[in-house]
T-cell receptor, first 113, second 114 residues
Framework: AQSVTQLGSHVSVSEGALVLLRCNYS??????LFWYVQYPNQGLQLLLK??????LVKGINGFEAEFKKSETSFHLTKPSAHMSDAAEYFC???????????FGSGTRLLVRP | EAGVAQSPRYKIIEKRQSVAFWCNPI?????LYWYQQILGQGPKLLIQ????????DSQLPKDRFSAERLKGVDSTLKIQPAKLEDSAVYLC????????????FGDGTRLSIL
C-alpha cells in the first residue's frame, strides 16, 4: 500500500532563510507525487507535481522539489522564506489505479520576522 | 476558470442530527472527490466519483455517510446521524479523468458537532 511520511509537524525558519520540508513515500511502482499548500480556512492549492519527467520539479511561489528514487524522497525547498509562506504543507502520492491522493499528515511552516 | 464551489462554509449541529454538504466541481471535470480532514491531519478520501459512478468508497462509513452525484456534475455528501468524531473539514475536489492531472480543491465545509 502506498503511504507518505512527513517528518516534522512544525518547521520554523527566519524570513530569508532556506525552507526545507521533508517527505518520504512508500510505493511499489513509480509514483506521481504532489505538494499542496493550505492557508487557514482555505482548501488545498497545488504547489508542484512530479509525474516521472524531470526529477527536479519547479512550482509556484519559488518552491521546488527533487524526486530521489534511491532515497524514496520528495523534499520541498525554497531558497528564501517569505512571511507569506507561512501555511500548512502537504505531500501526497497518487494511487495510479484510482487516481486518489494519499496525503501525509502535514507540516506547518512558521516564518519568523 | 471558476474553482470548486462548496457550501455551506461552516455548520454546527448536535450529535445524532443530520447534515448535508454541496459541491459544484470545475466545469468539465469528470472526477469528483470528497475528503475528510480532521484537525491536525492530512485529508482522507471518503468517496470518489467518475462522472456519476462511484470509483472508490472503501473508507466511507456507509452506516451514516452517503453521497451522490446526479447527472455527473454537482454532488452532495450527507451524514445521518452525526457523531462527535465527525467534526472535521469536508473538502471537495475535482480533476480531469487522468492521474497526471492535479486535483483542484474547494475551500471546504467546517463541521462542528456539539
Amino acid at each position: 500500500a502506498q503511504s507518505v511520511t512527513q517528518l516534522g509537524s512544525h518547521v520554523s525558519v527566519s524570513e530569508g532563510a532556506l525552507v526545507l520540508l521533508r517527505c518520504n513515500y512508500s510505493s511499489s511502482v513509480p509514483p506521481y507525487l504532489f505538494w499542496y499548500v493550505q492557508y487557514p480556512n482555505q482548501g488545498l492549492q497545488l504547489l508542484l507535481k512530479y509525474t516521472s519527467a524531470a526529477t527536479l520539479v519547479k512550482g509556484i511561489n519559488g518552491f521546488e522539489a527533487e524526486f530521489k528514487k534511491s532515497e524514496t524522497s520528495f523534499h520541498l525547498t525554497k531558497p528564501s522564506a517569505h512571511m507569506s509562506d507561512a501555511a500548512e504543507y502537504f505531500c501526497a502520492v497518487s494511487d495510479l489505479s484510482s487516481y486518489k491522493l494519499i496525503f501525509g499528515s502535514g507540516t506547518r511552516l512558521l516564518v519568523r520576522p | 476558470e471558476a474553482g470548486v464551489a462548496q457550501s455551506p462554509r461552516y455548520k454546527i449541529i448536535e450529535k445524532r442530527q443530520s447534515v448535508a454538504f454541496w459541491c459544484n466541481p470545475i466545469s468539465g471535470h469528470a472526477t469528483l472527490y470528497w475528503y475528510q480532514q480532521i484537525l491536525g491531519q492530512g485529508p482522507k478520501l471518503l468517496i470518489q466519483f467518475q462522472n456519476n459512478g462511484v470509483v472508490d468508497d472503501s473508507q466511507l462509513p456507509k452506516d451514516r455517510f452517503s453521497a451522490e452525484r446526479l447527472k455527473g456534475v454537482d454532488s452532495t455528501l450527507k451524514i445521518q446521524p452525526a457523531k462527535l468524531e465527525d467534526s472535521a473539514v469536508y473538502l471537495c475536489a475535482s480533476s480531469q479523468a487522468d492521474s497526471n492531472q492535479p486535483q483542484h480543491f474547494g475551500d471546504g465545509t467546517r463541521l462542528s458537532i456539539l
